[in-house]
């Protein structure tokens, strides 16, 4: 699916938030964000600080610089 939405040029994002708070691999989601231009993942590891963070704060963590950028060329 992630691979057809690229190829078709899909104007869309696909963004994958792991959160565990004990020591897990997030491998797939890091490969699947590496392979294509559309995706990203963000891990996070302390899932009960996480949220109870401010609205800003979580927004800030989860819109990272190649969303960012993904947006401003795509938006």
């Not at 992630?2 to 792991?18: K, M, P, T, W």
Request: one cysteine or more; aromatic letters at 10%; a negative charge.
């Amino acid at each position: 699916m992630l691979e057809e939405s690229q190829n078709r040029g899909d104007e869309v994002y696909f963004l994958f938030l792991g959160t565990c708070d004990e020591h897990v691999d997030f491998k797939f989601l890091e490969e699947i964000a590496r392979r294509f231009k559309n995706t990203g993942a963000v891990v996070e590891r302390d899932v009960e600080g996480f949220v109870q963070q401010s609205d800003e704060a979580i927004n800030a963590r989860l819109l990272g610089p190649e969303l960012l950028g993904w947006l401003r060329k795509n938006g």
